[in-house]
């Protein structure tokens, strides 16, 4: 059974560092992209970037390039989202998903989402 | 970037009814259309992808269709579980993007 366990709950300060998490079993995790998408709070979805575990390949969203990396470590079936400097419009809920190569990079599956709160 | 906009933003209905979302890509993305239904508190789940193609479990009320840049989302017999706000988005070139979402309730 294909599986995306995200990282749990945060709550920082602005200005605060953050690195989450997102790992996959039930398929070969270094052969599929991971994908990662933003939803603030009460509005829509949000693309920020995939990344192909396999040889850490990434395509990232201009809109996020800068504010946020995106990686991961293949050898234990992880892929990664990390802030140095959060902001509070970085609030939202950060969703991880699988991708399969067909018309695109397809979003299949998908974590439960890990929501992160940045409040001073 | 490509963008997506989707119509209604918003639609009432009833259990029974047909209904019919639409999304229009703002340049050609070759059919590399994606559906999604996202349920209050949960991840969204993939319906369709490639404009027509049915993801596996999806019930078969569920249906897409492509006509050049215009793309149509069909509920055939809209069931209770169906209520949720439906996406589309293109995979066709990065960055990918959505549309703002349509919410679909009674």
Request: proline share 5%; hydrophobic share 35%.
């Amino acid at each position: 059974e294909v599986q995306l366990v995200q990282s749990g709950p945060e709550v920082k300060k602005p200005g605060e560092s953050l690195k989450i998490s997102c790992k996959g079993s039930g398929f070969t995790f270094s052969n599929y992209w991971i994908g990662w998408v933003r939803q603030m709070p009460g509005k829509g979805l949000e693309w920020m970037g995939i990344i192909y575990p396999g040889d850490s390949d990434t395509r990232q969203s201009p809109s996020f390039q800068g504010q946020v990396s995106i990686s991961a470590d293949k050898s234990i079936n992880t892929a990664y989202l990390q802030w140095t400097s959060l902001k509070a419009s970085d609030t939202a809920i950060y969703y991880c998903a699988r991708a399969f190569s067909a018309a695109g990079h397809v979003l299949d599956y998908w974590g439960p989402g890990t929501l992160v709160t940045v409040s001073s | 970037d490509i963008h997506m906009t989707q119509s209604p933003s918003s639609l009432s209905a009833s259990v029974g009814d047909r209904v019919i979302i639409s999304c229009r890509a703002s340049q050609s993305i070759n059919s590399y259309l994606n559906w999604f239904q996202q349920k209050p508190g949960k991840a969204p789940k993939l319906l369709i992808y490639a404009a027509s193609i049915l993801q596996s479990g999806v019930p078969s009320r569920f249906s897409g269709s492509a006509s050049g840049t215009h793309f149509t989302l069909t509920i055939s017999s809209l069931q209770p579980e169906d209520f949720a706000i439906y996406y589309c988005q293109q995979s066709y070139s990065t960055p990918q993007t959505f549309g703002q979402g349509t919410k679909l309730e009674i």
